[in-house]
């Protein structure tokens, strides 16, 4: 790390994404900026509406083109995603990035066996022999312990169970060696014995394969088992982005701060919870300013314009005047 | 707006169920005949006193929804006793199960489906006492009382349809129909589940509040452990339809007894990126409960699990430093903690 900075994987710049519909726009991102260093893992940390699943679609280029409007620049390993042709975006899909998402059957077409979708897809992409994309298929099952690997490869999706079908849902994504995977709640449709393990698993082969990750959740506690850095997203903006540590720690944003005090923990009993009062705004109808003000404790007159981002260290930023 | 006194009085459990049990047959074959069984409640007992908060946990297909839908008659059990206020209740008598309702309400996880989109929210609230026979006038006046105690503004609330509401809003709405015909049991399942974490505090300070302003009893069914420490005074947890341990709030969760509470408690993300979960504490799905494992059910994901675990079923008895003569009130159902189990780390 010492010597030159290594080239970023992502690089974000201005990303905003709207969706007009019949009777309303939807302001779902709203000037996303960030990068993303080789190997690095980056959770985007938001509620229902916040714009993080918006935000990790837009670089792929996964959105509707006809309703998503897709503003900035979006560079992924140097290239600009925004002008690639749809050839060139599907060379991409696979072979850079790979993306796992919260329900397994989306990745899955449920009529061919899980073997032969994930060698379709090495030989697509590297176009080596059946039989050798059949050995990778069953090498990468191992890699994401699934157990008898070369039964499973003739088992249908229907036919594993939901921590399985996580478990091969992350070898597809993974057979072509990306260097940066996206994860779009992965965890969150399973049971909590399972949830550790696949958190645990993510983040072995993260390290072993030194991929970048960015990972979408609304849960605190998997951002902590998972992230170097959190990005806190609300009103389709990165209102506060830190090490997980400072964050956690040091949270300076409203908004964070009330993020982690209405979290119930073991130490909240017989307390009444530090809600934040009111509800997440209306996509259609965002404030000019700050979009956390109505229900933020500390809104004055100044919340009012745009708040500017304030670096309080070189990896510590914050979108609130507070911070001054 | 107090519920009704003690029937039973003397401290007496307000919900007391004893071998309760539901079988769902699985149809296959080209005859569509019963090919197996779904144990998903299989001869549970429980108790839930007066004015106290009883959390169950468990993980999918463990049968916390079943037992819930079971104890409002929702569904009907295929054995087992289920006594309300002393009194037993029967499933054939539809005047009884009337009046249970009116005394046992439920609350779901999505808000949307148990409002009726096409009626503004009112008069949703409003039918429930009118069909136990309470005037409109009054059931109006009702519905407005009752949307105060939720925290929505009646003038700007009352005359809105259910999509015109926030996921928490319409929440809030749900518990105000459950309270609509004044209980004294809300059986809540996973009734916070899907609202966003800011939400989410509001809504279980709202549920506290009305505990204990309404001196109400909760059944709090959900799978966030954080979420049901908070909550509850007494916590049962579940595994494929059998009880596994069920003990006060703080024992439970400082000093669990059974492998399976210990490994579901363990297995919740840290909130400390210095202590980050490094082993999972489990490995593999919960079994299918098609058919479950015999002996204890636990034993195939159990690091302890020894010969007599495969062969036969732990009773749920008193926790080690408990004795039943004692009133024993941390219960675990695991050979390790039963004297003379032929377990090589249970007490000779």
Redesign the interface.
Known sequence: MADAMPAPVVRAEDVAVRFTGRDATVNAVNGVSFTLDPGEVLCILG??GSGKSVTLRALMRLLPPRRAQLEGRIEIGGRNVLEMSGRALADLRGTEVGMIFQEPMVAFDPVYTVGRQIAETVIRHEGVSREEARRRAIDLLDRVRIPSPERRLRAYPHEL????RQRAMIALALCCNPSLLLADEPTTAL???????I??LLRELQRELGMAVIFVT?????A??IADRIAVMYGGRFVETGP??EI?GNPRHPYTQ??LA?????S??GK??????G??PDMTQLPPGCAFAPRCRFAEPRCEAPPPEFQLTPQHMVRCIRAE | MSPAADRAGGGGPLLEVRELRKYFPVHGGILNRTVAWVQAVDDIDLAVLPGEVLGIVGESGCGKSTTARLLMHLIRADAGRIDFDGEPVHPDDAAGLRELRRQMQMVFQDSYSSLNPRLPIEDTIMFGPKVHGVSSAEARERARELFSLVGLDPAQFIRRYPHELSGGQRQRVNIARALALEPRLLILDEAVSALDKSVEAQVLNLLLTLRRELGLTYIFISHDLNVVQYMSDRVLVMYLGKVVEIGPTTEIYRRMQHPYTEALLSAMPSMDPDRRTETPPLVGDPPNPIDPPPGCRFHTRCRFAEDVCRRAEPRLGPAAGQDMAGGADHLVACHMRVAGSGHSQAAA
């Open positions: 509620e229902s169970s939901g921590g399985m049971d909590a014995t399972v949830q550790i393990q958190l645990l609304h849960d605190v506690g998997v902590v088992e997980v540590r956690m009330g993020l209405s979290t119930v923990h073991a909240s009993r009444a919870l530090e809600a934040i009062p509800s997440p």
